[in-house]
Structures are given as structure tokens and as C-alpha cells.
């Protein structure tokens, strides 16, 4: 009997040390899986959720446990800062955010809560004063994705001043670079003709056929895949492919859109600071091992979408290793591993879904700093550039 309780006991006293000694670490997600964009955020919270599962299957971070909550916020920035204050109650540490309007609204919550901010969002808005000690970008801004190919219209026109016209998405989102692309565009000696911002019937040919009157040859897309798509067959049918070149900064761009507008997406042009899934790089062997792993279809495991969400949650999951071996993962000292994750420091951080490794600083909101361009050439993505930078940006947006 004696034996028993001894064995007992010491069964206790091990579960006891193993409770006490593997802690939690919460992150919060907050996305549209519902409402407009939804084909970006229902593929985004699938590989934050997997990542996650992932770092705890493969005991990334010795000792600790994550947590992912995960919430629809149908889009509506009032539902995304309920997420957050609700996650603050669950104990979150560091928190992703999705859409433009509800990261730019949870800026000064950020800062009041000491809560590091990782957007979906590459509105440089949201990494310019004020309020913005707590925001980073995993990757380069639509400002700096729109100049760069504002950039490649004009070494590549042959002949007069070079017509454009943006297709932008009808939130801050879609707005985000407009500004930043008209500056450049007078520096460029580019003619931006018109922005037009996309509508819920998907028909763009009266649009199309204004533009075509007006003698645009470039039209460039800041928005999601499906009115991209939309606008391509439209175009196609009215033998428009010939006479206009259309290109598009990160989320208009991926597999989605060449399933979605088949051979009218040939020559469509692409900034994106990601690496695609075709390039068999060890960065996306691992997307396609995780995605695997966990039941993804062949589309979610292609698509840029889910590299997107599982680089933000790769970037949390090491800021908190990192934390986690100098004492313990709290906001605090996520966010100084954040700021840490440089040379000079403890070191960029490269998982292979992108162009570069993550680099933060003091200074330094964006992560991955470099982007290519790549074209559809056969019904294939092709990159036609090296990883590259705007010229321009720093001229029309210096960052702080």
C-alpha cells in the first residue's frame, strides 16, 4: 500500500512539474472570413492557425505552449477592436491584425496597451507617426509595391508620355497608395488619367471602354483577386489585351487570380515581396509540409494567401522563442525581441517565405524590405526581376 502512494505521489508531483513548467503564449487574430475580402482572410486564417499548430507539434518554443484565438470580423473595424479587447482579457501578448481601416483605428490602442501589432495590411499608414511604436509590416508597403511598377511603365514605355489608370478597392485598403502613386507619377513623368474604385456587380467594360477612349495603356490594381479577374475578362472581350499592360501590388496577384481569369491573366504583372510556391524553395517545401500536414487543399497550399498568414505567425512564434530564452514571453519582451530582430542585434530572422530575411529595429517598421516583379508568362507566374526596391518611394514617403 505504501508502494501505491509513493507512486502516486510521484505521478502527481510529475504532472504538477510539467503543468507548472510548460506555460501558455496567446496571440490574437482578428480577419475577415466573411464580408468583403473574404477570399484573402479565409485562406490567411487557415495558415495563422496551422502555424501555430505547427510551432506546437514541433515544440518550437521549449517550455511554452501558443494559443491562437481566431475571430471573424466580417471587415468591420468595430468588430476587429472588440477582438482585441477581448483578447486582452484571454491574456494575448501580440496580436494580428487584417484589414486597413481596423489596424489604422487600433493604433493608439496599441500603444496604450503595449500590444505589438503585425497587419495583413501593408498601408504605410500604419507604420507613419503618430501612434506607431507597436505597428510592424511582415513585407513592403502598397506604396512602394505601386511605385515599383509605376517605375517599370516608365523605363519600359516606348514613346510619349505613358496613361495610367488605378483600379483600387473601395476601402482604405484600396486608397492606401493612391497619394504616394501620384507624386511619383509626376516625378516619373507618368499621366495617371483616372482612379476608379471597383463595384459589387464585377462589370467593368463601360469602365474599360472609358479608358480606352482616354488612350490608357497601363492599369494598375490595388485590391483582391476577383474583381482583378472580373476586369481581365472583361478586357479580353473587348480586345483590349493588345492595347493596355495590367499589373497589380500583393493582393491582386497569386493562383487564385490565373484560375479565376484563366488566359485573360497572361502578361498580367505582379509586385510582391513573397516567393511563390511553384519555386520549390526550402521556405515553400515547408509551406507545402504544413499545409499537408494539417488537410490543406492543393489551392490553399498554393496560394500566396497562405504564405502570407503563416509568415506572420512564423514572425510572432520566434519573437517569443527568442523572448522565451532570455527569461519569459510577455508583451514586453516580445516586442523587444522584435526590435532586436536585426544584424547588429540578435539577428534578422529568414523562414524562406519571402524575398529577404525579417529585419526590425528601432527605426525599421517592415520586415522583408525587398519585392519583385513577376508576370504570368504561359499560365505560369514568373519572376522577371531580382529582389529590388522603389526609387522612388523614399522620395515621395520618407519613413521616420
Not at 482578428?30 to 502555424?51: K, L, R
Not at 508597403?141 to 483600387?168: C, D, H, M, R
Amino acid at each position: 500500500m505504501k508502494i501505491g502512494w509513493r507512486v502516486l505521489l510521484s505521478t502527481l508531483v510529475v504532472l504538477s512539474g510539467l503543468a507548472l513548467a510548460q506555460k501558455e503564449i496567446v496571440f490574437g487574430w482578428s480577419g475577415a472570413v466573411t464580408g468583403p475580402t473574404a477570399e484573402v482572410g479565409q485562406v490567411i486564417i487557415q495558415a495563422v492557425e496551422d502555424y501555430c499548430q505547427y510551432a506546437n507539434d514541433e515544440n518550437l518554443i521549449p517550455g511554452y505552449t501558443v494559443r491562437c484565438l481566431t475571430r471573424d470580423d466580417q471587415y468591420n473595424n468595430d468588430n476587429t477592436l472588440r477582438n482585441f479587447e477581448s483578447y486582452l482579457d484571454d491574456g494575448m501578448v501580440a496580436f494580428i491584425s487584417y484589414s486597413t481601416g481596423g489596424t489604422l483605428q487600433l493604433k493608439v490602442n496599441a500603444e496604450e496597451e503595449g500590444i505589438p501589432v503585425l497587419s495583413a495590411s501593408y498601408h504605410v499608414g500604419i507604420i507613419d507617426a503618430p501612434d506607431n511604436d507597436y505597428n510592424f509590416l511582415p513585407i513592403t508597403t502598397y506604396s512602394e509595391q505601386v511605385l515599383a511598377l509605376l517605375e517599370w511603365i516608365a523605363n519600359n514605355n516606348q514613346g510619349g508620355t505613358p496613361k495610367v489608370a488605378i483600379f483600387s478597392h473601395p476601402s482604405p485598403f484600396g486608397r492606401a497608395p493612391v497619394a504616394d502613386a501620384e507624386k511619383a507619377a509626376d516625378l516619373l513623368g507618368l499621366d495617371i488619367v483616372e482612379v476608379q474604385e471597383s463595384s459589387g456587380d464585377l462589370d467593368y467594360t463601360a469602365m474599360l471602354q472609358r479608358w480606352a477612349s482616354e488612350g490608357v495603356q497601363y492599369v494598375i490594381s490595388q485590391n483582391v483577386q476577383s474583381p482583378v479577374a472580373a476586369m481581365l475578362k472583361a478586357a479580353q472581350a473587348l480586345g483590349l489585351m493588345d492595347s493596355m499592360t495590367f499589373m497589380g501590388a500583393h493582393y491582386t496577384g497569386g493562383t487564385t487570380l490565373t484560375s479565376l481569369a484563366g488566359d485573360a491573366a497572361e502578361g498580367y504583372l505582379w509586385s510582391t515581396s513573397y516567393y511563390l510556391e511553384s519555386e520549390k524553395l526550402p521556405g515553400m517545401e515547408l509551406q507545402r509540409q504544413i499545409g499537408e500536414r494539417y488537410g490543406r487543399s492543393e489551392d490553399t497550399i498554393n496560394e500566396v494567401n497562405y504564405t502570407t498568414g503563416l509568415l506572420q505567425a512564423a514572425i510572432y512564434v520566434e519573437a517569443a522563442r527568442r523572448a522565451a530564452e532570455k527569461g519569459d514571453v510577455t508583451s514586453d519582451t516580445l516586442y523587444q525581441a522584435l526590435l532586436d530582430m536585426h544584424d547588429g542585434a540578435d539577428g534578422a530572422f529568414d523562414p524562406g517565405f519571402g524575398v529577404g530575411p525579417v529585419s526590425f529595429g528601432p527605426h525599421d517598421r517592415i520586415g522583408i524590405d525587398a519585392m519583385r516583379l513577376i508576370q504570368v508568362q504561359q499560365g505560369a507566374w514568373v519572376p522577371i526581376t531580382a529582389p529590388t526596391n522603389s526609387s522612388t518611394f523614399q522620395q515621395v514617403h520618407p519613413l521616420q
